[in-house]
């Protein structure tokens, strides 16, 4: 079992930037992919972005330029460096851990979400 627990969301106005946190615990985290998704409101869920164990880096079209994703092994945790934030980009924000690189939900595990409020 893999738990994962979310931080960093909140309220910021359009233009800004934040950086959201997913810490990791239980099996060992640099054998995992890591992803994150948002689900925006009225959306299904979608995808945003991925971390390979090797660090190879992948990004939906929408965020592309403006998010950036990275992992750092030692503490556990994956980032996602959020810049130029829009106020279409407010949704819960979930982590995912997987085995499999995609763009897909078939992670195995994934965390409570954190919520981004983009103001205009």
């Known amino acids: 079992q893999v738990q994962l627990v979310e931080s960093g969301g909140g309220l910021v106005q359009a233009g800004g930037s934040l950086r959201l946190s997913c810490a990791t615990s239980?099996?060992?985290?640099?054998?995992?992919?890591m992803g994150w998704f948002r689900r925006r409101p009225g959306k299904e869920r979608e995808f945003v972005a991925f971390?390979?164990?090797?660090?190879?880096?992948y990004y939906s079209d929408s965020v592309k330029g403006r998010f950036t994703i990275s992992r750092d092994n030692a503490k556990n945790t994956v980032y996602l460096q959020m810049n130029s934030l829009k106020p279409e980009d407010t949704a819960i924000y979930y982590c995912?851990?997987?085995?499999?690189?995609?763009?897909?939900?078939?992670?195995?595990?994934w965390g409570q979400g954190t919520q981004v409020t983009v103001s205009s």
């Open positions: 995912a851990a997987g085995l499999s690189a995609t763009t897909t939900g078939s992670y195995d595990y």
């Open positions: 239980g099996r060992t985290f640099s054998d995992y992919v």
């Open positions: 971390i390979s164990r090797s660090g190879r880096t």
